[in-house]
C-alpha cells in the first residue's frame, strides 16, 4: 500500500493568515493526488484534484503543487469557514489512500 | 445536482453482516465513466477507502477487507450496496459512498466529486 503522511497534523491560525499544509506518499504517485476539506459531521469536499487543478466552486484562494512524492495545499488567505480537517487522497494504485488529516483551528 | 444517500441499519451485533444501499439521484449511475465507492471513517479518524464498483459489475476492494466485502449493483433501481460480514467493534464508523471520476487535464487524476452525508454504523450486541 501507498502510505499518505500529513505535516503538520494540526495547526493554529488567524484570519488572513497563510496555511501550507505538506502530504508525502511512501512512493511516486506522479499528479494522482487530490485534496479534501471534512467540517465536523459532514462529508468531505474535494478541493484539488490531478496535485494542481481547483474543482469548480472552490475559491481561489486554495491552490495545490507538487509532484512525484511531495505536495502541498496552501491557503493564500484563512477565512473562518476553512477552519476544518484537510486530507490529500491518492490514487496511483490499489487500495487507494488517504493521509491522516491536517486540524487547521482557530488561534 | 447528482445526490446520494446512505441507508441501512444503525446497529449490527457482532459477527453480523452490515448491509448499506446508495441510492443514487440527479442522473443515471449507468451515464458517465464513473465508478461508485464505499469509504469510512471511524469516529475521530481518518478516512479508509472500502472498494468500488464499476456499473458492469467490476469491483475493486481494500484488500486489508477484501475477503469479507462486497459491493453489487441495481441500475434498476440506481443503487449500489455494501455489505460486509464477520463484524467487529473496530467496524464500526461513519460509512460514505462516493462518486469516483477519472479524467485527464494536464495529467491523469482520480477524485470523489460528490459524496453521501454518510452513516454511523456501529457495531455493539
Known amino acids: 500500500d501507498i502510505q499518505m503522511t500529513q505535516s503538520p497534523s494540526s495547526v493554529s491560525a488567524s484570519v488572513g493568515d497563510r496555511v501550507t499544509i505538506t502530504c508525502r506518499a511512501s512512493?511516486?504517485?506522479?499528479?494522482?493526488l487530490a485534496w479534501y476539506q471534512q467540517k465536523p459531521g459532514k462529508a468531505p469536499k474535494l478541493l484539488i484534484y490531478?496535485?494542481?487543478s481547483l474543482q469548480s466552486g472552490v475559491p481561489s484562494r486554495f491552490s495545490g503543487s507538487g509532484s512525484g512524492t511531495d505536495f502541498t495545499l496552501t491557503i493564500s488567505s484563512l477565512q473562518p469557514e476553512d477552519f476544518a480537517t484537510y486530507y490529500c487522497q491518492q490514487a496511483n494504485s490499489f487500495p487507494i489512500t488517504f493521509g491522516p488529516g491536517t486540524k487547521v483551528d482557530i488561534k | 445536482q447528482v445526490q446520494l444517500q446512505e441507508s441501512g441499519p444503525g446497529l449490527v451485533k457482532p459477527s453480523q453482516t452490515l448491509s448499506l444501499t446508495c441510492t443514487v439521484s440527479g442522473g443515471s449511475i449507468s451515464s458517465g465513466s464513473y465508478y461508485w465507492s464505499w469509504i469510512r471513517q471511524p469516529a475521530g479518524k481518518g478516512l479508509e477507502w472500502i472498494g468500488r464498483?464499476?456499473?458492469?459489475?467490476?469491483?475493486n476492494y481494500n484488500p486489508s477487507l477484501k475477503s469479507r466485502v462486497t459491493i453489487s449493483v441495481d441500475t434498476s433501481k440506481n443503487q449500489f450496496s455494501l455489505k460486509l460480514s464477520s463484524v467487529t467493534a473496530a467496524d464500526t464508523a461513519v460509512y460514505y459512498c462516493a462518486r469516483e471520476f477519472t479524467g485527464y487535464s494536464s495529467s491523469w487524476y482520480t477524485q470523489y466529486d460528490y459524496w453521501g452525508q454518510g452513516t454511523l454504523v456501529t457495531v455493539s450486541s
Open positions: 464498483i464499476y456499473t458492469s459489475g467490476s469491483t
Open positions: 512512493q511516486g504517485i506522479s499528479s494522482w
Open positions: 490531478a496535485a494542481s
